[in-house]
């Protein structure tokens, strides 16, 4: 058996480490040129009951502790005029440790053998053969026939319509990212309100928000969350960077100072990262080798979820494949009869807040998963 997987994020990467684990050869062709072609994100907060399973799975707990940031478990809730109401503090014994998204890719990019990846291989199509096989496109022309093929391509997959006509859809709204760096000497206020871990504010509306994570070092990661048509963003010109974060700055009209700061003092450009969704529950019928890991099977907008189920599915998908050695079909239709019941019962919100707070959830918060105005 030998392996194809489309996309070198940390579902494919779980996918290819598991299956190394198991002694099943695999290679991983992603688009981007490199490891560090772009920026992988920020922090992630990876969860006891299925990202760190994932990372057992791939023999990697003790590489993992060693990426954990300490203290970024803290959060803070604010109101829009800055007042705290609600603060928990990181005493180390919770379930979700924050990592960076980026170390942690290394992290399982450094546990594969040297030439698993191949980079610069942007998939323009994939098709299944007469024989049943299936043969990858890519961009410059060169192809790659496959007995199994694995789609961890992501939102826009390409591998996906070998299997479903599902396309996403945007969900209603959106985050603006930008970022501060040195915020303990140039932006003290700022600082003080985000606190050492996350930090989320919030005027009276379930979908609006402005969100904020400290990263390493001194760094503070924004997420402006704002529940508005494809159009409204459109008619924001983000090539204008300046205008386009007094633009976003002004639907938070009258919040304190050191919250809108994150939007009009940022030191990079504000990006606007829409959010699509595929289908809840959506299921195919089971064609012979291949199938789907993450987004590219389950897209939802972000919950803190995303990631963890990523990796999850490739460790059940890479488990399943070295529990089956000869039935590859018996190995998928193991891994997709798990894989779509996990993603048709998403993890509730009230849940997750609990998985944040304990017991003590704010109302204040309930209320807003609840979409009761405050």
């Known amino acids: 058996m030998h392996v194809t997987i489309i996309g070198a994020g940390l579902g494919g990467l779980t996918l290819a480490r598991v299956l190394h684990v198991h002694g099943i050869p695999a290679t991983v062709f992603e ?14 907060d990876i969860h006891d009951y299925n990202g760190q399973i994932a990372v057992e799975a791939a023999g990697l707990a003790a590489e993992f502790r060693g990426l954990v940031l ?11 005029d800055g007042n705290l109401l609600f603060e928990k503090t990181d005493d180390g014994t919770g379930g979700r440790p924050e990592v960076q998204r980026g170390e942690l890719r290394q992290m399982l990019l450094d546990a594969l053998p040297e030439g698993t990846v191949r980079w610069g291989c942007k998939v323009s199509r994939a098709r299944t053969l007469e024989d049943g096989r299936h043969e990858v496109t890519f961009g410059d022309g060169a192809t790659v026939v496959t007995d199994l093929l694995v789609g961890a391509d992501g939102a826009w997959s390409k591998v996906r319509p070998l299997l479903t006509a599902a396309t996403p ?30 930090m989320v504010a919030h005027g009276g509306s379930a979908e609006d928000g402005i969100n904020a994570h400290r990263e390493s070092g001194e760094t503070v990661h924004t997420y402006v969350a704002l529940s508005r048509s494809l159009d409204w963003f459109a008619a924001i010109d983000f090539t204008d960077p300046a205008a386009a974060a007094d633009r976003i700055a002004a639907e938070f009209d009258g919040w304190a100072p050191e919250l809108t700061a994150l939007i009009t003092d940022a030191d990079t450009d504000p990006v ?18 291949v199938t789907l890991v ?25 488990q399943a494949l070295a529990a089956h050695p000869g039935d590859v079909e018996a190995a998928l239709a193991e891994y997709e009869e798990a894989m779509f019941v996990r993603a048709a019962t998403p993890v509730d919100d009230a849940v997750l807040l609990e998985s944040l707070f304990g ?16």
Do not use: C
């Open 169 to 198: 859809e945007y969900e209603g709204s959106a985050f603006v990212e930008t970022y501060l760096f040195d915020v303990e000497s140039k932006h003290p206020a700022t600082a003080a309100a985000v606190g050492g871990g996350s």
């Open 359 to 374: 017991d003590d959830v704010p109302e204040s918060l309930l209320a807003l998963v609840r979409g009761e105005e405050g």
């Open 272 to 289: 606007l990262r829409p959010h699509y969704t595929l289908p809840v529950g959506l299921r195919w019928d089971r064609v012979p080798g």
């Open 294 to 318: 993450g987004d590219a099977a389950h897209l939802a907008p972000p919950n803190g979820e995303g990631a963890n189920v990523a990796m999850l599915d490739g460790a059940e998908l890479g």
């Open 70 to 80: 300490a203290g970024r478990q803290a959060m803070r809730i604010l109101d829009q």
């Open 31 to 44: 688009a981007e040129a490199s490891p560090m072609a772009r920026m992988q994100g920020g922090m992630l």
